[in-house]
């Protein structure tokens, strides 16, 4: 009960700078539009990650992020158990990285304007042709050096297993002709659980394995890179 109160304590300053920090950011934001400086946006936003995270009690340890070059476009997939996933590899990537994020969140008016000035990408999973097209944008990103991060169990996990991934992750990576960056993330679902808004905090490991090349892998080879990639994301996770 006390831990409960104590994460609900946490949780109105973690807001309280939140809501601060947005409305110091806006014009910022629309500078970063205007400019076409996405970067910038992109810094401020993992900076607001890390600051949540630390304040929610979060202790992220990373490990293997040696083993990676920030400088290439890679393809990060891993497995998704909370909202604390996506702020700890959204902080933590050495690259220059996106997400593809699916179109129901660019439908929030302010979170839209943010995400477009940092360029995500928007992706309708219900309609074929305009994901082909997010794909296609994807992998020009990829060309250009920047990396995209994906979760492709496709929505988060609340069993103590990780989800079947879906394929797309593989067919923009083949592509692309870029590595997969296998990642897991331990202790996600304890800092936050499903169904909350309450950041109780505690450890949180982010492990990024070997990269998984895809030069001369063709689109028959995308199940076999896959069930590869699933492998190793599930090689080191624990509830």
Do not use: W
Request: net charge positive.
């Amino acid at each position: 009960m006390l831990r409960r109160v104590f994460a609900g304590v946490r949780m109105i300053f973690i807001c309280g700078f939140m809501l601060a920090y947005i409305i110091a950011g806006i014009p910022v934001l629309v500078s970063c539009r205007i400019l076409k400086r996405p970067r910038l946006a992109l810094y401020l936003t993992r900076l607001m990650d890390r600051m949540i995270l630390f304040m929610g009690g979060v202790r992220l340890e990373v490990a293997g992020a040696e083993k990676l070059d920030p400088k290439r476009g890679c393809v990060y997939v891993g497995n998704h158990r909370s909202h604390v996933d996506s702020a700890s590899i959204f902080a933590a990537c050495p690259a220059d990285a996106r997400f593809l994020i699916k179109k129901e969140v660019f439908r929030i008016p302010l979170v839209s304007f943010a995400l477009k000035t940092m360029e995500m990408i928007e992706v309708d999973r219900s309609n074929p042709e305009a994901a082909a097209r997010s794909i296609d944008r994807a992998v020009s990103k990829i060309q250009s050096g920047i990396s995209i991060i994906l979760f492709p169990e496709g929505t988060r996990s609340r069993h103590p297993y990780v989800l079947p991934f879906k394929k797309g992750a593989f067919v923009l990576a083949i592509k692309a002709q870029a590595p997969i960056v296998p990642f897991t993330v331990i202790g996600a679902d304890r800092a936050l659980k499903p169904d909350t808004i309450l950041l109780y905090g505690g450890p949180v490991k982010l492990i990024f394995h070997d990269p998984i090349e895809t030069r001369g892998m063709d689109l028959e080879d995308r199940q076999e890179l896959l069930e590869r990639t699933q492998k190793i994301v599930e090689s080191v996770f624990v509830v």
